[in-house]
């Protein structure tokens, strides 16, 4: 089964008169729909623009894997476990939250801040919070977080160039920036697309593009 996801029907949030302008594809926050609250171990995805100045003050996660990806600018990040980073474009950072943590995300560069974070549910809870920084990931490198039971590739594809998606029991892509066909759907970006249990399909490159592909086990 294939399922698009078009950018216009994510969900609006955020906070504009804070600078802080956010897209979910998933149930999140005031947004409820019965029918969209996760696809396998993905719980949210969401597109985060922070205006210079803007964040989100100290919150608490806890029993959830967090994954983002910086498209443009810096994400300052803090958080109780002791963690003080700068996270730039092309970085991925991953916090385990595990029993429980406590962080800021905050711009505090000069220019705007664009960043994909993504939200898997752990296959046990508990344990201890771990935090890892990729910088400079390089494409279709993969990212494994087996306490998710996932696996995340980043792909940088040049015009008509062509990408495998995995014939896992479920994968999730999400545009980031250019557009890409699948079959004969044209993707662009901002859509996503929710894969179940099918096999030799392939993204193919309208024009530059980067996209996100997880590759789920369940």
Do not use: K
Request: negative net charge.
């Amino acid at each position: 089964m294939i399922s698009v996801h078009r950018a216009e029907d994510r969900f609006l949030g955020g906070d504009r008169a804070a600078g802080i302008l956010s897209r979910h594809a998933f149930s999140f926050g005031s947004f409820y729909d019965p029918d969209n609250l996760r696809f396998g171990a993905i719980l949210a995805c969401n597109s985060e623009r922070l205006a210079p100045g803007a964040g989100f003050d100290e919150h608490p996660h806890s029993h959830m894997e967090i994954v983002t990806w910086v498209v443009e600018g810096e994400l300052t990040h803090r958080d109780s476990a002791g963690h003080a980073t700068v996270v730039r474009a092309g970085d991925l950072q991953h916090l385990s939250a595990a029993a429980g943590v406590r962080h800021v995300e905050r711009n505090d560069g000069d220019g705007p801040l664009t960043f994909i974070q993504t939200w898997l549910v752990p296959l046990e809870a508990g344990g201890e919070p771990e935090y890892t920084i990729v910088p400079g990931i390089a494409d279709s490198t993969p990212y494994a977080l087996p306490a998710a039971g996932a696996m995340l590739y980043v792909r940088r594809l040049a015009p008509e160039e062509r990408t495998a998606v995995p014939g896992a029991a479920r994968v999730y892509v999400h545009m980031v920036a250019g557009g890409v066909r699948l079959g004969d759907e044209e993707l662009e970006a901002g859509d996503s697309v929710r894969i179940t249990g099918e096999e030799g399909l392939e993204l193919v490159a309208a024009d530059a593009a980067e996209v996100l592909i997880w590759e789920l086990s369940a």
